[in-house]
């Protein structure tokens, strides 16, 4: 099958692409082996956990081609371990990581020919993890369904970085203390849709949401970690139990330290403190490595780096995004091809 695609106009929204993968667990929570199936809809029971109760997570990742043709992953098994955190936070079934990431393979050595030419885009992974047996008052599944798909997407600057623009929020928050935000769980996204769509009818890119217990400290960006530059150092969000735990935030604070020396400090950070950055950023799977050129504090805006992207975010960047495409060294074990 030869795929008609035209690499330089995709975008990050969904394109069907040919196969996906299933697992589910029996009655008992004993997973039955996956296989790989035509793309397609899914039956579904009416009553099940992830419909009524929102008892599912997803994962993202993505299929990079490297400078040598190659098609890598990007440090796979710490999103089979996330997955698992997850599972165990909405109970339902884990699946071996080891399994998980073979199955990711599958799918995309099912869909190889969507794989965009290096530099036009990645091979995007969605994995979910849904409780699909009926229940009717709230309680686990007692099946669980794991399933993969793929979409390609194009580069997330397409014409370079730009910075953007965004506010924080002091009218929602996005996840409780104690609660789930810090899983990949599903509920945590809809609760961001309004103020995302009022922060864009604004004209902000996303929202900087803050800590729900003391409504002070940053804890994310809409679904991406925030990262400040202060003094020369790199400052984080210190992973409270309602942040995601983000595979590019703990890459780029391994990078920071290991390549930079880079003194990296996680921790508690109002949001009174981010006038005195020189850089912002966030980050993500999706959004690699976003820089923030504002942030409008209670109706005020406050400009970063003269709207430009920073020396430290650059670097960082072209770090990242080199060893994801193998033209810098890979000390770490990050890259795993799919042979
Ligand atoms: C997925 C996600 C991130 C980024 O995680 P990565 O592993 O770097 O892709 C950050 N915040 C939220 C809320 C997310 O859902």
Redesign the pocket.
């Known amino acids: 099958m030869a795929v008609d695609f035209n690499w330089d106009e995709i975008t990050f929204s969904f394109y069907k692409t040919d196969n996906m993968f299933v697992a589910e667990t029996d009655e008992k929570g004993v997973w039955k082996e996956g296989e790989i199936k035509p793309f397609g809809n899914i039956s579904i029971h009416p009553s099940a956990a992830v419909l009524n109760y929102g008892q599912g997570l997803f994962e993202?990742m993505k299929a990079l081609r490297a400078a040598d043709g190659s098609i890598n992953l990007f440090r796979p098994l710490e999103?089979g371990k996330r997955l698992n955190n997850g599972a165990r936070r909405l109970v339902m079934q884990e699946y071996p990581p080891e399994k998980f990431v073979d199955a990711v393979k599958k799918v995309v050595k099912a869909n190889i020919e969507y794989v965009p030419p290096e530099g036009k885009g990645a091979m995007y992974i969605r994995p979910v993890l849904w409780g699909t047996g009926p229940v009717l008052g709230v309680g686990p599944s007692a099946v669980t369904t794991l399933l993969i798909f793929v979409t390609p997407v194009g580069p997330y600057f397409k014409g370079g970085m730009k910075p953007i623009k965004l506010k924080i929020s002091k009218d929602y928050h996005r996840a409780a203390p104690r609660g789930i935000g810090g899983v990949?769980a599903i509920g945590?996204?809809s609760a961001t849709i309004l103020p995302g769509k009022i922060a864009k009818s604004e004209g902000f890119a996303e929202n900087i949401f803050l800590n729900a217990g003391d409504d002070e400290s940053v804890e994310?960006v809409?679904?991406?970690?925030f990262f400040a530059v202060i003094d020369g150092e790199l400052h984080t969000p210190e992973l409270t139990g309602s942040i995601?735990p983000?595979?590019?935030?703990d890459s780029l604070i391994t990078l920071a330290k290991d390549k930079f020396g880079m003194t990296v400090r996680e921790r508690h950070i109002p949001y009174t403190d981010l006038p005195k950055a020189s850089e912002l950023f966030c980050?993500?799977?999706?959004a690699v490595i976003t820089p923030i050129g504002s942030v409008t504090i209670e109706g005020k805006e406050h400009v970063f780096n003269n709207m430009e992207v920073g020396e430290t975010t650059k670097k960082l960047y072209d770090m990242l995004t080199g060893i994801q495409t193998k033209k810098e060294e890979d000390p770490y074990g990050w890259i795993e091809p799919i042979d």
């Open positions: 993202g999103n990949k945590n996204y994310e809409g679904a991406a970690n995601l983000g595979i590019t935030r980050s993500g799977t999706a």
